[in-house]
């Protein structure tokens, strides 16, 4: 019993070829595995929006942060100053430590924030994907790029996107371990804030009276 059989096309010179019933079974799963390399990719895509996302609010609240406490900076310098005089040395020391914990870790975190945010243009060098937009780019002419990429087989265009989906890979898991990092030191900067701001802004108030 023969394969089934399917007419393909005729091409530019008007030969038209059979594709047998294993080949066409080929092509299904080829075309089969495109669809799900592309929801694939499209969901590592979203992760690395995700990633961004989180790192720009981040961003945002560190910046606010580092921005809210130069105003409580003279009452600082006031309660320091009281304290001096008294010699007391060792409330001002603990107080300026606190500070600068919580400027340090809330920096910290204002650049880890921007690590995320920032692109990352270089592909992986072992899976040069010409899915990649520097790859896209490289060709300065439109027509050149539509012929290569209509040269491309099923599984050239599959092993591409495979390739892809593994270097935006790289990019989401490198994101979300800035980020993971951002947030650990904002909620850091966050504790020492809060501490160091309520306990300055008590003592000046009694130190003023």
């Known amino acids: 019993m023969s394969d089934l ?9 008007g030969v038209v070829e059979q594709q047998t019933g294993v ?11 495109l669809e ?18 989180k ?8 910046v606010a942060m580092l921005g809210a406490s130069l105003t409580e900076i003279p009452a600082l310098v006031r309660v320091c100053q009281h304290f001096v005089s008294t010699s007391s040395w060792w409330v001002p020391a603990i107080l300026i430590a606190s ?3 919580f400027y340090a870790s809330s920096l910290f975190s204002a650049y880890k924030s921007i690590e995320v945010v920032k692109p990352r243009l270089a592909p992986d060098s072992k899976t040069h994907s010409w899915y990649f937009f520097q790859s896209v780019a490289a060709f300065a002419d439109l027509d050149k790029w539509r012929d290569f990429t209509h ?7 599959l092993q591409h996107l495979v390739d892809q989906i593994w270097n935006v890979s790289r990019v ?29 802004l008590v003592l000046d108030e009694l130190t003023r009276q």
């Open 5 to 13: 059989t399917s007419t393909k096309k005729p091409d530019d010179h």
């Open 23 to 33: 080949e066409l079974l080929a092509t299904k799963e080829t075309e089969l595995d």
């Open 36 to 53: 799900v390399a592309k929801a694939n990719l499209d969901l590592v895509i979203n992760w690395v929006s995700h990633a961004d996302s």
């Open 55 to 62: 790192a720009t609010f981040y961003l945002t609240i560190a």
């Open 99 to 101: 500070h600068l914990a």
């Open 151 to 157: 040269g491309l087989k099923g599984a050239e265009r």
């Open 172 to 200: 989401a898991v490198a994101k979300y371990k800035a980020a993971g990092t951002a947030d650990f030191a904002l909620r850091v900067a966050f504790c020492f804030g809060t501490v160091s701001v309520l306990v300055t």
